[in-house]
C-alpha cells in the first residue's frame, strides 16, 4: 500500500513539476510579447513613461537574465508563495485575489460533484432494473451530458431568473449587501448560489448515471452474479453486490473527470458573473493580467491533484483489493 | 490478402454480416447517425446557400425569427442562422482535426506502451497519467490566453495534444491483452517486423474500440472548443457555435429576451455530442455481442 | 544433436520496477535430434512453455545457451534464417489465428516473408500439397474465417504452415489439449509423420499419457527443473523420481482405477543411492543407460541448503 | 428416484435460427448415484446441466418434463425454480474460480447468501465442512483474492453443498486442473456422497477416464442426444454404441505407443445442430449405418441398467 501511494505521489509531484514548469516557459516560447500587449492596455501616452514601465515588467519577468536562473527565480518566488502583482486589481498580489475567490469556486464545486456523484450512481442502479425506465432515462442522460455546461447555465438564468424572475442571475450575493454573517446574507448567498450549482450538479448527474447504469449491467454478466442466481439468491442481494463493484470505477472515474468538472465549474461561473476563479479568469483574460492568469492556473492544478489524492485514499478504503493485494502480504 | 486461395469462394464473414444486422436494428445507433447525418449536411453544404458573410449586417437589428431571418438577427443585425451554418461548420471541423489528432496520439501511445511493455511501458505510462491529472482546458487557457491569433486549426491542435491521455490508457489495455493472443507470436513466427504487427495483427482486432475511441474523443473535443470559445479564446478569424453563446452573453442576450440568439447554438452541439455519445453506445451494442441481448 | 538447451535458466522480474524476482526455469538441460520426439512434460508452473518460447526466440533466455546445430541462438541476427528452421504450434488454436481475417492468412504471410518470388499457382499447388500432408481438403479450409473451422482443423492448418517452410525442429506446445478426444489423436499421429519426414519435434505436454504415445524421450519438469528424462520406455516404466510417480499415479486410466494403481511411496532417493560417478550430467544421476534421475529432495524448494549440505 | 428427465428439449436462440442443443432426452438418475456425463464440445452436456438450474437468457425450454424427487421442476419460471436451487439442485460451475464476489470476505458473503434464502447460517457446520475440504475456517476473514485458485474451488464447493442438495452438477470442474489437483477435486466430489452432503450427483464432463474414477454410471451424449448410459464399468470396457466404442479407442492411455499400437480418431464432423439431419445424428461417421439408421433409434434398455440409442446395439 505503501508502494501504491508513493507511486501516485510521485505522479502527482512531477504533474505539478510540468505544470509550472508549462507556466514559465508558456511566457517566454509563445509568438508574441506579453511585456508589449500589456502595456499596450495602460494607455500611456509618453513614449518615456511606456519605456519606465517595460523595464519595470522585464525586470518582473527577469528576462535579461539566463534562462536557467529565470526558472530557479521562478521557483524560488513560487516557493515563497509570491505570484506577481495583479495588473487587473493593480497593486493587489496574485495570490490574495485568488484566496478571495477559490470559496466560492469551492462552495459550487464540492457540494455539486459530491452530490451528483452519490445521487446520480443510486438513480443509474436504479434505471438498470427496468426496461421502460431505462429506455426512458438513458436519452435524459445522454442529453444532459451531452450539454456544454455554459448552455445549460444560460437557459436556466434565462428561464428561472430573466423569464420566471425566481433566482438571481449575477453574482454571489445582492449588490446592495456587504459580506456579514446576517440571515438576509446569508439567504441572499443561497438565492444566487442556487442556479449555477444546479446547471453544474444537472450535467455531471446525467454522467454518473449513465455510467452507473452501464457499469451494473456489466457487473450483472460476471461470474458471481451467475453463481448467486444459480444457487436461488434474491436479484436484492444480486443487486446490492453489483451495486457495491460498479461503484468502484466510477471512484476511478471522479479522478478522471475532475478536469471536466473543473471546466464546468468555471464557465458556469462566468454565465452567472459569479466572483469564483472562473470569473478570475475571464477578468485576467479580457485585462491581458497573465499573472493573475497563471497564479489562477496553478491553483487549480494543486487543486485537482489534492482531490486526486482524496480519491485515491478513497479507493484504497473501499476496495479490499487494494488493500490485500498492494500490502504486500499476498 | 487471399492469394494462396483464389479458387476458394470468398465468403463475408458471418460476424460482419451480424454486426450489419444488428447495426439496422439497432436504434440508438440509427437515430445517432441520422442526427449527424443531418448535422453534417447542414454544416458542408449550409453555407453555400447563404450569399453573406455571417458577420455582415444584413437586416434589423434584434428581430425574432422570422421568414425571411429563421433564427432572427443580434442586437447588431447579423443573421443567426447563417453564423449557426458556418458555426455548425466550425464545430465539426474543431471535433474532427481534435478527434483524429488525440486519437493518433493515443493510439501511438497505446500500442506503443501496449505492446514493448518494459520500461518503455513505465514511462510513457507516467507520462499518461501526468497529462491525465491536468486539467485540460485550464492548460489549453493559459496556452491559448498568449496566442495573439487564434484559428480553429490551432485550437484543435491544442485540444488534440492535452485530450489524448484517457485513449492511450484505453488502447494500452487492449494492446496489452491482444500482445498476448497466439497470433501475435505465429506473425513473429513468420518474420514479421513490430510495427507491422501492430499495425496488421493488432490494429483491425480493435478497429471497432479505436473507432468507438475516436467518437468520444471527437465528441469531446467539441465541448472543450465550445468551452474555450464561450471563455472568449476561440478562434478570431472564424465563426463559432461557443462564440456565438459567447457573443449572446456578452451583448446580454439573456436580459434582452434574444433567446434566438443563444438557444441554436447550444441546441447544436448537445444534439452532435448527444448524437454522438447515442451512437457510442448502439455501436458498443453492436459490437459486443454480450451488450446485444440488453 | 541439432537442438541443445545447456543451463538454461529464466528469471522473470515481477512488480513494478522489477522488485522481485521469479526463476520460472532453472539450470535445465537436454537435447532433441533430428527425427526424435522428445515430450516435455509438467504441471502448470513448470516452466515447460517458457522453455518452448526460449526456444522459439518468443522470451529471452536469462542464464545457459541453447544452440542449434552448434550455433548460439541469440547469435543468429537474421531471425528470419532460424525461423526458417524452427516453427511452433501452439495450445490455443483460435487464439492463433487473427479473427478478423481468413485462416489461410497464415500461409501468404509465409509467402510474403519467405518466398515473395514463388508464382501464385506454384504457391497454390504448394499450399494444397501440405494440406493433404496434414489429411485436409484445401477446398474445404481455404477462403473460410476461423470460426468456421474446428479447432482440429486449424491446428492441422498451423503444421500444414511449418509444412511449407520445410522446417526442421518444431515446437508443439500442448497442441492438442483444447480439441475433441475424437480428433485429437489424428492431430497426435500427424506429429508422428512428420518425425518419420526426419523432423526433430519438441512436445510440450501435461498430459503424460499423450507424451507416452508419441515421443522417444521424455522430459519431466518440476518448479522448472528436470526431475527426471530418458527413454520414455524407461521413464515411464520404471520412474524413479517421486514426483514422477505421484503423477503418474494421479493420471486418471480408462481400464483402471486410482485406488488400483500402486503408488510406493517410500524409496529411498535414486539420486543418492547411485554410485557417484553416474551423476554424468549437473544434478542427475544416471540410474540406467539412458534414464536420469535428480534428487528426491533436490526437486522440492530449499535447493541451495541442499546444494551446500551435497558440498560439504 | 432422485431425478427423471422425459424428453426434454432446450434450444438456443441464435440470429441464424434456433440451435438444437438439447432435442429429446430421457434418463433417470437414482438415488444416491454418481452420473458422469461426457460428451465432446456440442454434444449438449452443457446445456443439459444448465436447463437443470438455470436457463441463461437464450435457452428455451422447447419441452419435455424434469422431476425431482417426484417434484415437477418449473424450468421455464425462473422465479418458481428459486425453491428447488441450492436446497434441492445445485451446482459448482466451471468458473469456480470467479464465482465468489470479489469485494466480501467470503463468510461474510455465505452468511448473507443462506439469509437470503430464508437459511439461518449455522457456523460450527460451516467449519467442519470447510475442515472436510482441507480448509481452515480462517477463510471466512478473507476475501477471494486473498485465496488461490484451488482453495476457491473449494470453498465453493463447499457452499454448494451447504443445504444438502438432492442433486449436485458438477460442470467440468476439473478441465482447468492439474493432474494432481483432478484427482484431489474427484475425490472430493466423491467424499460428499459418501458422508451424505448430497444424494446424487451429475459430473460433467469431455474426460471420461476422470469420470470413470468416480462415477457409478456413465451417459455419454452425441450431437444433443443420448448415445448410451450404462454402469462405468460396462460403459468403458464393454461399449455398445458404435461413438462410444470409437471414441474410447481413440484415448490414448499410459502405456500404449503408437509404434506398438496406431489409434485413429473418428472421421468427419458432428452435423450442425440449427437444421440436424433426421433419424440417428451419428451416422454420416458410423462405420455399421444402414438405411435404418434414417429413423431416430429408441434410447432402449439393451442389459440391465444399460441403454443405447442404436440399431445395431443388441
Same mark, same amino acid.
Given at each position: 500500500?505503501?508502494?501504491?501511494?508513493?507511486?501516485?505521489?510521485?505522479?502527482?509531484?512531477?504533474?505539478?513539476?510540468?505544470?509550472?514548469?508549462?507556466?514559465?516557459?508558456?511566457?517566454?516560447?509563445?509568438?508574441?510579447?506579453?511585456?508589449?500587449?500589456?502595456?499596450?492596455?495602460?494607455?500611456?501616452?509618453?513614449?518615456?513613461?511606456?519605456?519606465?514601465?517595460?523595464?519595470?515588467?522585464?525586470?518582473?519577468?527577469?528576462?535579461?537574465?539566463?534562462?536557467?536562473?529565470?526558472?530557479?527565480?521562478?521557483?524560488?518566488?513560487?516557493?515563497?508563495?509570491?505570484?506577481?502583482?495583479?495588473?487587473?486589481?493593480?497593486?493587489?498580489?496574485?495570490?490574495? !485575489?485568488?484566496?478571495?475567490?477559490?470559496?466560492?469556486?469551492?462552495?459550487?464545486?464540492?457540494?455539486?460533484?459530491?452530490?451528483?456523484?452519490?445521487?446520480?450512481?443510486?438513480?443509474?442502479?436504479?434505471?438498470?432494473?427496468?426496461?421502460?425506465?431505462?429506455?426512458?432515462?438513458?436519452?435524459?442522460?445522454?442529453?444532459?451530458?451531452?450539454?456544454?455546461?455554459?448552455?445549460?447555465?444560460?437557459?436556466?438564468?434565462?428561464?428561472?431568473?430573466?423569464?420566471?424572475?425566481?433566482?438571481?442571475?449575477?453574482?454571489?450575493?445582492?449588490?446592495?449587501?456587504?459580506?456579514?454573517?446576517?440571515?438576509?446574507?446569508?439567504?441572499?448567498?443561497?438565492?444566487?448560489?442556487?442556479?449555477?450549482?444546479?446547471?453544474?450538479?444537472?450535467?455531471?448527474?446525467?454522467?454518473?448515471?449513465?455510467?452507473?447504469?452501464?457499469?451494473?449491467?456489466?457487473?450483472?454478466?460476471?461470474?458471481?452474479?451467475?453463481?448467486?442466481?444459480?444457487?436461488?439468491?434474491?436479484?436484492?442481494?444480486?443487486?446490492?453486490?453489483?451495486?457495491?463493484?460498479?461503484?468502484?470505477?466510477?471512484?476511478?472515474?471522479?479522478?478522471?473527470?475532475?478536469?471536466?468538472? !473543473?471546466?464546468?465549474?468555471?464557465?458556469?461561473?462566468?454565465?452567472?458573473?459569479?466572483?469564483?476563479?472562473?470569473?478570475?479568469?475571464?477578468?485576467?483574460?479580457?485585462?491581458?493580467?497573465?499573472?493573475?492568469?497563471?497564479?489562477?492556473?496553478?491553483?487549480?492544478?494543486?487543486?485537482?491533484?489534492?482531490?486526486?489524492?482524496?480519491?485515491?485514499?478513497?479507493?484504497?478504503?473501499?476496495?479490499?483489493?487494494?488493500?490485500?493485494?498492494?500490502?504486500?502480504?499476498? | 490478402? =487471399?492469394?494462396?486461395?483464389?479458387?476458394?469462394?470468398?465468403?463475408?464473414?458471418?460476424?460482419?454480416?451480424?454486426?450489419?444486422?444488428?447495426?439496422?436494428?439497432?436504434?440508438?445507433?440509427?437515430?445517432?447517425?441520422?442526427?449527424?447525418?443531418?448535422?453534417? /449536411?447542414?454544416?458542408?453544404?449550409?453555407?453555400?446557400?447563404? %450569399?453573406?458573410?455571417?458577420? %455582415?449586417?444584413?437586416?434589423?437589428?434584434?428581430?425574432?425569427?422570422?421568414?425571411?431571418?429563421?433564427?432572427?438577427?443580434?442586437?447588431?443585425?447579423?443573421?443567426?442562422?447563417?453564423?449557426?451554418?458556418?458555426?455548425?461548420?466550425?464545430?465539426?471541423?474543431?471535433?474532427?482535426?481534435?478527434? /483524429?489528432?488525440?486519437?493518433?496520439?493515443?493510439?501511438?501511445?497505446?500500442?506503443?506502451?501496449?505492446?514493448?511493455?518494459?520500461?518503455?511501458?513505465?514511462?510513457?505510462?507516467?507520462?499518461?497519467?501526468?497529462?491525465?491529472?491536468?486539467?485540460?482546458?485550464?492548460?489549453?487557457?493559459?496556452?491559448?490566453?498568449?496566442?495573439?491569433?487564434?484559428?480553429?486549426?490551432?485550437?484543435?491542435?491544442?485540444?488534440?495534444?492535452?485530450?489524448?491521455?484517457?485513449?492511450?490508457?484505453?488502447?494500452?489495455?487492449?494492446?496489452? =491483452?491482444?500482445?498476448?493472443?497466439?497470433?501475435?507470436?505465429?506473425?513473429?513466427?513468420?518474420?514479421?517486423?513490430?510495427?507491422?504487427?501492430?499495425?496488421?495483427?493488432?490494429?483491425?482486432?480493435?478497429?471497432?474500440?479505436?473507432?468507438?475511441?475516436?467518437?468520444?474523443?471527437?465528441?469531446?473535443?467539441?465541448?472543450?472548443?465550445?468551452?474555450?470559445?464561450?471563455?472568449?479564446?476561440?478562434?478570431?478569424?472564424?465563426?463559432?457555435?461557443?462564440?456565438?453563446?459567447?457573443?449572446?452573453?456578452?451583448? =446580454?442576450?439573456?436580459?434582452?429576451?434574444?433567446?434566438?440568439?443563444?438557444?441554436?447554438?447550444?441546441?447544436?452541439?448537445?444534439?452532435? /455530442?448527444?448524437?454522438?455519445?447515442?451512437?457510442?453506445?448502439?455501436?458498443?451494442?453492436?459490437?459486443?455481442?454480450?451488450?446485444?441481448?440488453? | 544433436?541439432?537442438?541443445?538447451?545447456?543451463?538454461?535458466?529464466?528469471?522473470?522480474?515481477?512488480?513494478?520496477?522489477?522488485?522481485?524476482?521469479?526463476?520460472?526455469?532453472?539450470?535445465?538441460?537436454?537435447?532433441?535430434?533430428?527425427?526424435?520426439?522428445?515430450?516435455?512434460?509438467?504441471?502448470?508452473?513448470?516452466?515447460?512453455?517458457?522453455?518452448?518460447?526460449?526456444?522459439?526466440?518468443? #522470451?529471452?533466455?536469462?542464464?545457459?545457451?541453447?544452440?542449434?546445430?552448434? *550455433?548460439?541462438?541469440?547469435?543468429?541476427?537474421?531471425?528470419?534464417?532460424?525461423?526458417?528452421?524452427?516453427?511452433?504450434?501452439?495450445?490455443?488454436?483460435?487464439?492463433?489465428?487473427?479473427?478478423?481475417? *481468413? #485462416?489461410?492468412?497464415?500461409?501468404?504471410?509465409?509467402?510474403?516473408?519467405?518466398?515473395?518470388?514463388?508464382?501464385?499457382?506454384?504457391?497454390?499447388? *504448394?499450399?494444397?500439397?501440405?494440406?493433404?500432408?496434414?489429411?485436409?481438403?484445401?477446398?474445404?479450409?481455404?477462403?473460410?474465417?476461423?470460426?468456421?473451422?474446428?479447432?482440429?482443423?486449424?491446428?492441422?492448418?498451423?503444421?500444414? *504452415?511449418?509444412?511449407?517452410?520445410?522446417?526442421?525442429?518444431?515446437?508443439?506446445?500442448?497442441?492438442?489439449?483444447?480439441?475433441?478426444?475424437?480428433?485429437?489423436?489424428?492431430?497426435?499421429?500427424?506429429?508422428?509423420?512428420?518425425?518419420?519426414?526426419?523432423?526433430?519435434?519438441?512436445?510440450?505436454?501435461?498430459?503424460?499419457?499423450?507424451?507416452?504415445?508419441?515421443?522417444?524421450?521424455?522430459?519431466?519438469?518440476?518448479?522448472?527443473?528436470?526431475?527426471?528424462?530418458?527413454?520414455?520406455?524407461?521413464?515411464?516404466?520404471?520412474?524413479?523420481?517421486?514426483?514422477?510417480?505421484?503423477?503418474?499415479?494421479?493420471?486418471?486410466?480408462?481400464?483402471?482405477?486410482?485406488?488400483?494403481?500402486?503408488?510406493?511411496?517410500?524409496?529411498?532417493?535414486?539420486?543418492?543411492?547411485?554410485?557417484?560417478?553416474?551423476?554424468?550430467?549437473?544434478?542427475?544421476?544416471?540410474?540406467?543407460?539412458?534414464?536420469?534421475?535428480?534428487?528426491?529432495?533436490?526437486?522440492?524448494?530449499?535447493?541451495?541448503?541442499?546444494?551446500?549440505?551435497?558440498?560439504? | 428416484?432422485?431425478?427423471?428427465?422425459?424428453?426434454?428439449?432446450?434450444?438456443?436462440?441464435?440470429?441464424?435460427?434456433? &440451435?438444437?442443443?438439447?432435442?429429446?432426452?430421457?434418463?433417470?438418475?437414482?438415488?444416491?448415484?454418481?452420473?458422469?456425463?461426457?460428451?465432446?464440445?456440442?454434444?449438449?452436456?452443457?446445456?443439459?446441466?444448465?436447463?437443470?438450474?438455470?436457463?441463461?437468457?437464450?435457452?428455451?425450454?422447447?419441452?419435455?418434463?424434469?422431476?425431482?424427487?417426484?417434484?415437477?421442476?418449473?424450468?421455464?419460471?425462473?422465479?418458481?425454480?428459486?425453491?428447488?436451487?441450492?436446497?434441492?439442485?445445485?451446482?459448482?460451475?466451471?468458473?469456480?474460480?470467479?464465482?465468489?464476489?470479489?469485494?466480501?470476505?467470503?463468510?461474510?458473503?455465505?452468511?448473507?447468501?443462506?439469509?437470503?434464502?430464508?437459511?439461518?447460517?449455522?457456523?460450527?457446520?460451516?467449519?467442519?465442512?470447510?475442515?472436510?475440504?482441507?480448509?481452515?475456517?480462517?477463510?471466512?476473514?478473507?476475501?477471494?483474492?486473498?485465496?488461490?485458485?484451488?482453495?476457491?474451488?473449494? &470453498?465453493?464447493? &463447499?457452499?454448494?453443498?451447504?443445504?444438502?442438495?438432492?442433486?449436485?452438477?458438477?460442470?467440468?470442474?476439473?478441465?482447468?486442473?492439474?493432474?494432481?489437483?483432478?484427482?484431489?477435486?474427484?475425490?472430493?466430489?466423491?467424499?460428499?456422497?459418501?458422508?451424505?452432503?448430497?444424494?446424487?450427483?451429475?459430473?460433467?464432463?469431455?474426460?471420461?477416464?476422470?469420470?470413470?474414477?468416480?462415477?457409478?454410471?456413465?451417459?455419454?451424449?452425441?450431437?444433443?442426444?443420448?448415445?448410451?448410459?450404462?454402469?462405468?464399468?460396462?460403459?468403458?470396457?464393454?461399449?455398445?454404441?458404435?461413438?462410444?466404442?470409437?471414441?474410447?479407442?481413440?484415448?490414448?492411455?499410459?502405456?500404449?505407443?503408437?509404434?506398438?499400437?496406431?489409434?485413429?480418431?473418428?472421421?468427419?464432423?458432428?452435423?450442425?445442430?440449427?437444421?440436424?439431419?433426421?433419424? +440417428?445424428?451419428?451416422?454420416?461417421? +458410423?462405420?455399421?449405418?444402414?438405411?435404418? +439408421?434414417?429413423?431416430?433409434?429408441?434410447?432402449?434398455?439393451?442389459?440391465?441398467?444399460?441403454? &443405447?440409442? +442404436?440399431?445395431?446395439?443388441?
Amino acid at each position: 500500500m505503501r508502494r501504491y501511494f508513493g507511486r501516485k505521489l510521485l505522479i502527482y509531484g512531477l504533474t505539478f513539476f510540468v505544470a509550472v514548469t508549462i507556466n514559465w516557459m508558456i511566457p517566454r516560447f509563445m509568438p508574441g510579447d506579453p511585456v508589449s500587449s500589456m502595456l499596450s492596455r495602460a494607455n500611456v501616452a509618453q513614449p518615456e513613461a511606456v519605456e519606465a514601465m517595460r523595464a519595470h515588467y522585464n525586470a518582473l519577468f527577469g528576462f535579461d537574465l539566463p534562462l536557467w536562473r529565470q526558472y530557479l527565480n521562478f521557483w524560488g518566488a513560487l516557493l515563497k508563495g509570491d505570484l506577481g502583482i495583479s495588473i487587473w486589481l493593480f497593486p493587489t498580489p496574485v495570490t490574495d !485575489v485568488i484566496i478571495r475567490a477559490v470559496p466560492y469556486t469551492l462552495g459550487l464545486l464540492l457540494p455539486s460533484i459530491l452530490l451528483s456523484w452519490f445521487a446520480g450512481n443510486r438513480f443509474g442502479a436504479f434505471a438498470a432494473r427496468r426496461k421502460w425506465l431505462d429506455n426512458s432515462v438513458l436519452p435524459v442522460g445522454y442529453v444532459l451530458t451531452a450539454t456544454p455546461y455554459m448552455w445549460l447555465a444560460i437557459l436556466l438564468a434565462w428561464a428561472l431568473g430573466i423569464v420566471a424572475g425566481v433566482f438571481p442571475v449575477a453574482g454571489a450575493y445582492g449588490f446592495d449587501l456587504q459580506p456579514s454573517w446576517s440571515w438576509e446574507f446569508v439567504g441572499s448567498l443561497a438565492q444566487h448560489w442556487f442556479l449555477p450549482f444546479a446547471s453544474l450538479f444537472l450535467v455531471a448527474f446525467g454522467g454518473w448515471a449513465i455510467g452507473m447504469r452501464n457499469m451494473i449491467i456489466y457487473e450483472l454478466e460476471a461470474d458471481y452474479v451467475n453463481y448467486l442466481r444459480a444457487l436461488g439468491a434474491p436479484m436484492r442481494l444480486v443487486r446490492r453486490y453489483a451495486f457495491r463493484n460498479a461503484i468502484l470505477p466510477q471512484i476511478t472515474g471522479l479522478a478522471l473527470q475532475l478536469g471536466v468538472l !473543473v471546466a464546468g465549474a468555471l464557465v458556469t461561473e462566468i454565465v452567472f458573473s459569479y466572483p469564483g476563479l472562473g470569473h478570475l479568469i475571464l477578468q485576467a483574460i479580457q485585462n491581458q493580467d497573465f499573472f493573475l492568469l497563471q497564479g489562477t492556473f496553478l491553483f487549480i492544478v494543486i487543486g485537482v491533484l489534492i482531490a486526486n489524492f482524496v480519491i485515491d485514499v478513497a479507493y484504497v478504503l473501499v476496495d479490499p483489493r487494494t488493500r490485500t493485494g498492494m500490502g504486500g502480504q499476498a | 490478402m =487471399s492469394e494462396a486461395s483464389p479458387e476458394a469462394q470468398p465468403r463475408t464473414p458471418t460476424a460482419r454480416r451480424e454486426a450489419l444486422h444488428f447495426a439496422l436494428r439497432n436504434r440508438k445507433l440509427v437515430v445517432g447517425t441520422i442526427i449527424i447525418g443531418v448535422f453534417l /449536411v447542414a454544416a458542408v453544404f449550409g453555407p453555400m446557400t447563404i %450569399d453573406h458573410k455571417p458577420t %455582415d449586417y444584413v437586416g434589423p437589428p434584434m428581430t425574432p425569427p422570422s421568414s425571411e431571418f429563421w433564427f432572427g438577427t443580434t442586437t447588431f443585425g447579423q443573421d443567426v442562422f447563417a453564423q449557426f451554418l458556418y458555426g455548425l461548420r466550425s464545430t465539426f471541423l474543431v471535433g474532427a482535426l481534435g478527434g /483524429v489528432l488525440a486519437a493518433a496520439v493515443g493510439m501511438v501511445v497505446g500500442f506503443v506502451a501496449g505492446y514493448r511493455g518494459g520500461w518503455v511501458d513505465e514511462l510513457l505510462n507516467m507520462l499518461t497519467n501526468i497529462v491525465l491529472v491536468l486539467p485540460a482546458l485550464v492548460v489549453l487557457l493559459i496556452v491559448n490566453a498568449y496566442l495573439g491569433v487564434r484559428s480553429i486549426g490551432v485550437q484543435a491542435l491544442f485540444i488534440g495534444l492535452t485530450s489524448w491521455p484517457w485513449a492511450a490508457r484505453a488502447i494500452r489495455a487492449q494492446t496489452f =491483452s491482444l500482445r498476448s493472443r497466439d497470433f501475435v507470436d505465429l506473425a513473429r513466427l513468420s518474420g514479421v517486423r513490430t510495427p507491422k504487427i501492430i499495425l496488421r495483427e493488432i490494429a483491425p482486432n480493435m478497429s471497432s474500440y479505436l473507432f468507438l475511441t475516436f467518437i468520444l474523443l471527437f465528441g469531446s473535443a467539441i465541448l472543450i472548443a465550445a468551452s474555450l470559445d464561450f471563455i472568449g479564446l476561440g478562434p478570431t478569424d472564424s465563426v463559432s457555435l461557443g462564440l456565438m453563446l459567447n457573443n449572446a452573453a456578452r451583448w =446580454s442576450a439573456l436580459q434582452l429576451g434574444m433567446w434566438w440568439w443563444f438557444i441554436p447554438p447550444g441546441a447544436g452541439i448537445t444534439a452532435i /455530442v448527444g448524437a454522438l455519445y447515442v451512437m457510442n453506445v448502439g455501436l458498443d451494442e453492436v459490437f459486443n455481442p454480450k451488450l446485444r441481448e440488453m | 544433436m541439432m537442438l541443445k538447451l545447456d543451463g538454461v535458466s529464466k528469471v522473470y522480474r515481477v512488480g513494478a520496477f522489477g522488485g522481485r524476482e521469479l526463476k520460472a526455469v532453472s539450470d535445465v538441460s537436454f537435447e532433441v535430434g533430428e527425427g526424435e520426439v522428445v515430450s516435455l512434460i509438467g504441471e502448470s508452473g513448470s516452466g515447460k512453455s517458457t522453455i518452448g518460447r526460449m526456444i522459439l526466440r518468443l #522470451a529471452s533466455i536469462s542464464s545457459g545457451t541453447i544452440t542449434f546445430d552448434g *550455433r548460439d541462438i541469440t547469435s543468429i541476427k537474421d531471425r528470419k534464417e532460424y525461423y526458417r528452421q524452427v516453427q511452433g504450434v501452439f495450445q490455443d488454436p483460435f487464439s492463433c489465428y487473427n479473427p478478423v481475417f *481468413r #485462416a489461410d492468412r497464415v500461409f501468404s504471410m509465409i509467402k510474403e516473408q519467405y518466398f515473395p518470388r514463388v508464382g501464385a499457382d506454384e504457391w497454390r499447388k *504448394r499450399v494444397a500439397a501440405a494440406l493433404e500432408s496434414v489429411r485436409l481438403d484445401p477446398g474445404n479450409v481455404l477462403g473460410k474465417y476461423p470460426h468456421q473451422l474446428s479447432g482440429g482443423q486449424l491446428q492441422r492448418m498451423l503444421i500444414a *504452415r511449418a509444412v511449407l517452410l520445410d522446417i526442421r525442429l518444431l515446437v508443439a506446445d500442448e497442441i492438442i489439449s483444447m480439441l475433441d478426444a475424437s480428433t485429437r489423436i489424428d492431430v497426435l499421429n500427424l506429429l508422428a509423420d512428420l518425425r518419420a519426414r526426419g523432423l526433430g519435434i519438441l512436445f510440450v505436454t501435461h498430459d503424460l499419457s499423450l507424451g507416452n504415445y508419441v515421443s522417444d524421450r521424455t522430459v519431466v519438469l518440476r518448479h522448472g527443473k528436470i526431475v527426471e528424462m530418458g527413454r520414455t520406455d524407461l521413464v515411464f516404466g520404471n520412474p524413479v523420481h517421486p514426483y514422477t510417480r505421484s503423477l503418474l499415479a494421479s493420471v486418471p486410466r480408462l481400464h483402471t482405477k486410482w485406488a488400483d494403481v500402486a503408488t510406493g511411496d517410500d524409496v529411498p532417493c535414486a539420486y543418492h543411492e547411485a554410485p557417484r560417478d553416474s551423476r554424468t550430467r549437473p544434478g542427475l544421476a544416471e540410474v540406467e543407460a539412458g534414464h536420469w534421475v535428480a534428487c528426491a529432495g533436490c526437486a522440492a524448494s530449499g535447493i541451495e541448503e541442499k546444494k551446500i549440505k551435497e558440498k560439504a | 428416484m432422485a431425478l427423471k428427465v422425459t424428453d426434454l428439449r432446450v434450444y438456443y436462440r441464435t440470429l441464424r435460427g434456433e &440451435v438444437k442443443a438439447l432435442d429429446g432426452v430421457t434418463f433417470s438418475v437414482a438415488d444416491g448415484e454418481i452420473m458422469g456425463l461426457a460428451g465432446e464440445s456440442g454434444s449438449g452436456k452443457s446445456t443439459l446441466a444448465k436447463s437443470l438450474i438455470r436457463l441463461d437468457g437464450r435457452m428455451r425450454h422447447v419441452g419435455g418434463t424434469v422431476e425431482l424427487d417426484g417434484r415437477a421442476m418449473p424450468l421455464s419460471d425462473d422465479t418458481a425454480m428459486d425453491e428447488f436451487r441450492f436446497r434441492k439442485v445445485s451446482l459448482i460451475p466451471q468458473y469456480s474460480m470467479s464465482a465468489l464476489n470479489p469485494t466480501r470476505k467470503i463468510g461474510k458473503m455465505i452468511g448473507e447468501l443462506l439469509e437470503s434464502r430464508g437459511e439461518r447460517p449455522d457456523r460450527a457446520e460451516l467449519e467442519r465442512r470447510l475442515e472436510l475440504v482441507g480448509l481452515s475456517k480462517d477463510v471466512l476473514d478473507r476475501y477471494p483474492i486473498e485465496l488461490s485458485g484451488g482453495m476457491k474451488q473449494r &470453498v465453493v464447493m &463447499v457452499i454448494s453443498t451447504l443445504l444438502n442438495p438432492s442433486l449436485l452438477i458438477a460442470d467440468e470442474v476439473t478441465s482447468a486442473l492439474d493432474v494432481s489437483s483432478q484427482k484431489a477435486v474427484a475425490t472430493t466430489l466423491l467424499g460428499f456422497r459418501d458422508h451424505g452432503l448430497v444424494t446424487s450427483m451429475m459430473v460433467v464432463t469431455h474426460d471420461i477416464s476422470l469420470v470413470y474414477q468416480i462415477a457409478d454410471t456413465i451417459m455419454v451424449m452425441y450431437a444433443g442426444r443420448l448415445a448410451e448410459k450404462a454402469p462405468a464399468d460396462a460403459l468403458v470396457n464393454a461399449p455398445r454404441h458404435p461413438y462410444t466404442q470409437q471414441l474410447i479407442s481413440a484415448l490414448p492411455e499410459v502405456g500404449v505407443r503408437y509404434e506398438d499400437r496406431r489409434l485413429t480418431g473418428i472421421p468427419g464432423n458432428p452435423p450442425s445442430l440449427l437444421n440436424p439431419p433426421g433419424g +440417428c445424428r451419428f451416422r454420416d461417421r +458410423c462405420p455399421l449405418a444402414s438405411g435404418q +439408421c434414417a429413423e431416430q433409434p429408441p434410447f432402449a434398455e439393451v442389459a440391465p441398467g444399460h441403454f &443405447v440409442a +442404436c440399431w445395431k446395439a443388441e
